[in-house]
């Protein structure tokens, strides 16, 4: 049973123009969000994060939505460079049970030059 | 610069042979956990320990897996026998606990079981 889903495999996306991917969420019990990026041959790095208290959390390039009614979160990127091509995995705790992360199965973005 | 070392890097061996992947979390994080990446799950946890006693290991086959922190600078993970199907990538990470909720990984162990 998944609780993080990340329906989307895969995404193509050109160089300059916003990516965005996204993620869904079974438990209501989740409040903390976190994406982490994906290259080749290395470990996942976390990327970005959000607390269920806020709607929306923005670094630089990088800004992820929540919208907990539809148990639904969204990182977008802007504007995508090619270094930003991964995997790049949501995943979800529930802060409050001090419990792991639980990801979902990660969508690869390639940007093209 | 801090990082979570795992070793080895890769790893070919035997069907039914023992195999032991190890991993030196961040000095200072108290929760270290192990997952697992294949093509079909993502990132699957296998076991987590906090403060060096083991939380969940739900996601570990008891039979032929098992996970232990000799100290707080050591975690390993051992499967014995192994099989085909556990082959995949082993990803160990180490968290500072309450004031950052975020994991930080190791580059992983690729392990191929023939």
């Known amino acids: 049973d998944q609780q993080v889903k990340q329906n989307s495999p895969s995404l193509s996306v050109q160089e300059g123009r916003i990516s965005i991917l996204n993620c869904d969420y079974t438990?209501?019990?989740?409040?903390?969000f976190l994406w982490y990026k994906k290259y080749p041959a290395e470990g996942p790095t976390f990327l970005i994060s959000?607390?269920?208290?806020?709607d929306k959390n923005e670094d630089g390039r990088f800004t992820v939505f929540l919208n907990k009614s539809a148990k639904h979160l969204s990182l977008h990127i802007v504007p995508s460079q090619p270094g930003d091509s991964a995997v790049y995995f949501c995943?979800?705790?529930?802060?409050?049970?001090?419990?792991?992360?639980?990801f979902g199965k990660g969508t690869r973005l390639s940007v093209i030059a | 610069d801090a990082r979570v070392t795992q070793t080895p890097r890769h790893k070919v061996t035997e069907m039914g042979q023992e195999v032991t992947m190890r991993c030196q979390p961040i000095?200072?994080?108290?929760?270290v956990f192990w997952y697992r990446q294949t093509m079909m799950q993502g990132l699957e946890l296998l076991a987590y320990?906090?403060?060096?006693?083991?939380?969940?290991d739900s996601g570990m086959p008891k039979d032929r897996f098992s996970a232990e922190m000799p100290d707080a600078t050591l975690a390993t993970l051992k499967i014995q026998p192994s099989e085909p199907r556990d082959s995949a990538v082993y990803f160990c990470?180490?968290?500072?606990?309450?004031?950052?909720?975020?994991?930080?990984f190791g580059q992983g162990t690729r392990l191929t079981v023939v």
């Open positions: 990470a180490s968290g500072p606990g309450a004031a950052n909720l975020a994991a930080f």
């Open positions: 438990n209501s019990m989740f409040d903390y």
């Open positions: 959000i607390s269920s208290i806020k």
């Open positions: 995943a979800a705790l529930r802060n409050s049970g001090n419990t792991p992360l639980v």
């Open positions: 000095l200072g994080h108290n929760t």
């Open positions: 320990f906090r403060n060096r006693a083991p939380l969940d």
